[in-house]
C-alpha cells in the first residue's frame, strides 16, 4: 500500500511515491511514522521531523530503540534512486548535518542531491548517543559510525552488481550510482535496479575500508552548508515554529531564590484572566498553560505575584568564591600519579607555582529555547508521549522523560528539531522537561519557550568555576622534572538529561539530584580504564604509559594530577569546551611564566618538552605564519604606562586524542585605563583529513570569536542569593558591531591521520593565548578570567606590592 501523502522535506522537493514506497522495507515502528506524516516538517537536516498523527511503537520493539548493527536501520534505497540516510548526530549549528550528507556522497559516489538526511527521531534513527565534545566527526567517520554503514552498504551493493553484470568486482567502479565495468563499459546497473527496495539483511561490517582521503571529490570540498538558504529565506524549521492542533502554550514561574520552597499560593488570581489559564504545581515546579504566549506570560506575572516561597540558600558572596570553594568538601581522584613527584620535585633546583581562576559563565543562547510535548493520558502503560526538542540525544531524552513522567519508554517519541544553537547542555533539555510536566498536568499538546530571563536562569546551568593550582619543578638547565597539578571545579546536577533531578525541572518537581562533592578519605587512582585526557587535566608536556595506554604529548616523567569537584551552590552543565579550556588556561599561562622567569622564548621552551610531531607541527606552523618574534616575555622596551603590544602563544592536543591545535594572539593594552584589546590572532588546527574547509575555518573563526568573548567579558553575577545576570545588559557579550581581530586561520590537511573533531578544539586555547599577550605587553600577568579593566588593574596593583 502506497503512502497518501509523499516524504516531505521543507526547503526540498518532497520524494516520490516511489521514493516513500521503497521505505517499506523498514521495521513496521519505522514505515509507520513514514506513511502517517501526513502533517510533518522536516527542516533541511530532515531530522527535524514533526508528526502530528499518533502512532504507537511496534510491539516487537517495546524499547523504540533501534539496533544499530543492522545496516537496514542506516540506509534505504529507492527504485527510483533516492537515497535515505539515517544518523543520530545532531546538527547543533556547527554544520555538521552537510558533513554527514558530504561522508554519505562520498562513501557511495553519488550526487549530494540524491540524498535524504533523516535525523535524531526516537525509533527510528540509530542511538548514537549525544551529539556533543567534537565527536561527532570521529564518530561518524570511525569504525561504529555511519562511514561503516555507508561502506557496508556500498561493499553489498558492489557483490550484487558483480553477480548481476557476471563480473569480479575489482573490474568494477561507480559513477553517480551506477555500476558499471570497467572492462565493459556498456555492462552497468544503478544502484536502485540492484536493490529494488529490498531488505539489505545485513550486519555493519566494522572491517569495510572507507575511501581513501587522497581520493575524495566530495569530502574535502567547500561544500556550501545545505541549512543556510532555508535560513536566509526565513522558512527553515526551527523547533520555535513547532505548531500542533489543539497546542497550549506555557510559561514556568522559577523560585526567586535559590533553594526556595513554596509556603503558599493562591492561584485564584487566574480566574478571569484572558486565555483561561491553568496553574500547574508539583512541589515547588509551578507552571502556567493559556491559549496563547502572551496570555501565558501575563498569567505566570500574576501567579508568580501570589506565591509566598521560603528564604531560599545562603550563596557565597561573589568576591569570596575561589576562597569558599577551596574550603569546601571534595570528591577527589588522580587523573594521573607516577608516585614520585614529591621526590623528584625536592630534587629541584627551582620550582615555579601560580593559581589560576575561571568564574561561572552560561551558554547565552542567542534565540530563548523552546519545546512542544503533547502528553496523553496521565501515567503508566496507557500514556503516550511526543515532544519535538533541540536536545543533544533523542534516546537519551526519551529515558528521562521516561523517569520524569511515570510512562515507558517505548511509549514516547522524541524528534530532534533544530534550535538557535548549542555549545553544551544549554536550556533546550530543561525546556522539554518543563513543556511536558505541563503537558501532562493538562492533557493537551503545550508549546514552551522561555523569556529572555529564563534563559540566563530558569533553564541555564553554568559552566563550571575552577580554582587550578600548579606547581611545576625545573633542574638546573631549566628544564621541567616534575609538574603537581590540582584543579578544584565546582558543580550541581551534572547530566540533567539522564537523571530528572540533576535539571532544574526534576528537581523543583521532587526529584533527587545526585550529590557531588561528596567527600572521599582517599583520592581515587588512576587506573588503565580510566586514564585519558578527555578534559585535559594532563599537561600536553608530560608522557607515560599505565597498563599499555600511553598518554600525553611531552617528555615530563614524573606527574600528578589531583581533581577536586565540590558542590556547587549554581546548576551547572557542560559548557564548549567543558573543563579542557579551565584546564589549559593554567597549563598554558604556567607554561609562559616558566619561560619568562628563565628568560627564554615561550615557543622555543615549549619545543623543548615536546615530542608529539603533530603537535611540533602545529607549533611551528602556527608560530611561522604569525611571523613570530622570538624573544623573552615581556617585550623590551615597552613603557609601563600608556599603550601598548604584546603577544601570547597557547596550545594543546584537546582531548589527549583529538585535534592538535596552537594559536598566536596579539593584544593592545591601554595600562593606565585597563582596557586589552585582541588585534590579531593566528590558529592552526590538525583534526585529520579535512571534510570541509569552510566549515572548518568557520568552526575555528567563531571559536575565536567565542572565546574572546569568554576570556575578556563573561562572568555570571549575583547578589546576596539572587542571580543578577539575566539579560544581555547584565551578562554582557562581544555584540554585533563589536570591534573583531584579525583571524588567520591554518587548517592542516592530515591525510595519514584518523579524522577528528573541530567543534571545541580552538576556544581552549584562546584564553592562554590571550594571557601571554597581555603579559608580553605589560609585564602584568593575568590568572583569573575575565580580562576585565577592573581585573587587569587590580593585577597590576597587587604586582606592585
Known amino acids: 500500500m502506497k503512502p497518501k501523502k509523499p516524504f516531505q522535506l521543507a526547503g526540498a522537493e518532497p520524494l516520490s511515491e516511489k521514493a516513500v514506497e521503497a521505505l517499506g522495507f523498514l521495521e ?64 547543533l549549528g556547527q554544520g555538521f548535518r552537510t558533513v554527514q550528507l ?66 569480479p568486482v575489482s573490474d568494477l567502479a561507480v559513477t553517480d550510482g551506477v555500476v558499471w565495468s570497467k572492462s565493459n563499459p556498456l555492462a552497468r546497473v544503478s544502484y536502485g535496479n540492484l536493490i529494488y527496495g529490498q531488505r539489505f539483511n545485513l550486519t555493519l561490517n566494522p ?84 491559549d496563547t504566549e502572551w496570555h501565558a506570560t501575563n498569567a505566570a506575572a500574576a501567579l508568580a505575584s501570589a506565591i509566598t516561597w521560603s528564604s531560599g540558600d545562603t550563596l557565597p558572596a561573589q568576591a569570596d568564591l575561589y576562597t569558599y570553594m577551596t574550603q569546601q568538601p571534595s570528591a577527589d581522584s588522580y587523573q594521573t600519579n607516577t608516585g614520585d613527584v614529591d621526590k623528584v620535585m625536592a630534587t629541584a633546583a627551582k620550582t615555579v607555582t601560580a593559581q589560576y581562576l575561571y568564574p561561572y559563565q552560561m551558554h547565552g543562547a542567542l534565540a530563548s529555547s523552546c519545546a512542544v510535548a503533547d502528553v496523553r493520558g496521565g501515567t503508566g502503560k496507557t500514556a503516550t508521549v511526543k515532544v519535538w526538542s533541540a536536545t543533544q540525544g533523542v534516546y537519551t531524552m526519551q529515558s528521562t522523560l521516561a523517569v520524569l513522567l511515570g510512562i515507558p519508554a517505548g511509549n514516547i517519541e522524541v524528534y530532534f528539531i533544530d534550535g538557535s544553537g548549542c555549545y553544551g547542555h544549554n536550556g533546550a533539555d530543561p525546556a522539554t522537561f518543563d513543556a511536558s510536566l ?43 622534572i616534575a609538574w603537581d597539578y590540582e584543579t578544584i571545579r565546582m558543580q550541581r546536577g551534572e547530566g540533567a538529561i539522564f537523571v530528572p533531578g540533576n535539571g532544574i525541572p526534576g528537581a523543583l518537581a521532587g526529584f533527587p539530584t545526585t550529590p557531588q562533592g561528596v567527600p572521599t578519605a582517599t583520592p581515587a587512582a588512576p587506573t588503565a580504564s580510566s586514564v585519558s585526557n578527555g578534559s585535559n587535566y594532563i599537561p600536553s608536556y608530560v608522557t607515560s604509559t599505565l597498563s599499555g595506554v600511553t598518554y600525553g604529548t611531552g617528555n615530563v616523567a614524573s606527574h600528578r594530577v589531583l581533581t577536586r569537584v565540590v558542590a556547587s551552590p549554581l546548576w551547572t552543565a557542560w559548557l564548549r569546551s567543558p573543563d579542557r579550556l579551565q584546564n589549559t588556561f593554567a597549563h598554558e599561562s604556567i607554561m609562559d611564566e616558566i619561560a619568562a622567569s628563565l628568560k627564554t622564548d615561550p615557543v622555543q621552551y615549549r619545543m623543548r618538552h615536546l615530542t608529539d610531531q603533530r603537535m611540533i607541527n602545529v607549533v611551528n606552523v602556527t608560530a611561522q605564519t604569525a ?72 568552526q575555528m573563526e567563531g571559536q575565536v570569536i567565542q572565546g574572546i568573548s569568554r576570556t575578556m567579558i563573561e562572568e555570571v553575577k549575583w547578589r546576596g542569593n539572587i542571580i543578577t545576570s539575566g539579560d544581555w545588559s547584565t551578562y554582557p557579550v562581544l555584540s554585533f558591531g563589536d570591534p573583531l581581530p584579525q583571524i588567520v586561520t591554518i587548517p592542516i590537511n592530515n591525510l595519514k591521520a584518523s579524522p577528528t573533531g573541530a567543534g571545541e578544539t580552538t576556544i581552549t586555547i584562546i584564553a592562554g593565548a590571550i594571557a601571554n599577550a597581555i ?24 604586582q606592585k606590592v
Request: with cysteine; charged share 20%; net charge positive.
Open 438 to 480: 505541563l503537558s501532562q498536568a493538562v492533557g493537551k499538546p503545550v508549546r514552551l519557550q522561555y523569556t529572555r530571563r529564563d534563559e540566563m536562569t530558569a533553564g541555564e546551568h553554568y559552566g563550571h568555576p575552577t580554582v587550578s593550582n600548579e606547581k611545576v619543578g625545573l633542574d638546573a638547565n631549566g628544564n621541567i
Open 207 to 290: 572491517a569495510a575500508v572507507p575511501k581513501d582521503p587522497s581520493k575524495w571529490t566530495v569530502l574535502g570540498q567547500a561544500v556550501g552548508r545545505v541549512d543556510i538558504p532555508t535560513k536566509a529565506k526565513g522558512t527553515f524549521q526551527y523547533v520555535q515554529k513547532v505548531r500542533v492542533p489543539g497546542m497550549l502554550h506555557g510559561k514556568v514561574v522559577r523560585p526567586p531564590t535559590l533553594g526556595a520552597h513554596i509556603q503558599n499560593i493562591d492561584t485564584s488570581v487566574l480566574k478571569g484572566m484572558p486565555g483561561s489559564p491553568q496553574a500547574v504545581q508539583i512541589n515547588d515546579f509551578v507552571g502556567v498553560v493559556a
Open 775 to 798: 603579559y608580553d605587553a605589560s609585564g602584568v600577568r593575568m590568572r583569573q578570567v575575565p580580562f576585565t579593566p577592573a581585573n587587569f588593574l587590580a593585577a597590576k596593583a597587587a
Open 102 to 167: 558530504q561522508l554519505a556522497a562520498e562513501e557511495l559516489f553519488v550526487p549530494l542531491d540524491r540524498i535524504t538526511l533523516v535525523l535524531g527521531i526516537s525509533g527510528i534513527t540509530p542511538n548514537q548517543f549525544l551529539t556533543v565534545g567534537s565527536l561527532s566527526t570521529l564518530t561518524q567517520m570511525g569504525n561504529a559510525g555511519l562511514r561503516v554503514a555507508l561502506d557496508t552498504a556500498r561493499d553489498a551493493l558492489l557483490t550484487m552488481a558483480s553477480q548481476y553484470l557476471d563480473a
Open 627 to 698: 611571523l613570530w618574534d622570538t624573544r623573552p616575555s615581556p617585550k623590551p622596551g615597552n613603557a609601563r604606562t600608556g599603550v601598548v603590544t604584546g603577544r601570547g602563544f597557547s596550545c594543546v592536543l584537546y582531548e589527549g586524542n583529538n585535534g592538535y591545535c596552537a594559536m598566536v594572539a596579539e593584544v593592545s593594552v591601554d595600562q593606565d585605563k585597563g582596557a586589552i584589546t585582541v588585534t590579531k590572532v593566528t590558529t592552526s588546527l590538525d583534526t585529520g583529513p579535512i571534510c570541509n574547509p569552510d566549515g572548518l575555518r568557520n
Open 28 to 91: 513496521p515502528s519505522r514505515r509507520d511514522f513514514l506513511k502517517k506524516a501526513g502533517v510533518m516538517m522536516v527542516g533541511f537536516s530532515a531530522a527535524a521531523a514533526v508528526a502530528t498523527t499518533a502512532h504507537a511503537q511496534s510491539p516487537i520493539n517495546p524499547s523504540g530503540m533501534i539496533d544499530n548493527t543492522q545496516l537496514d536501520n542506516w540506509i534505504a534505497i529507492g527504485a527510483d534512486e533516492s537515497i535515505t540516510v539515517l544518523a543520530g548526530k545532531h546538527e
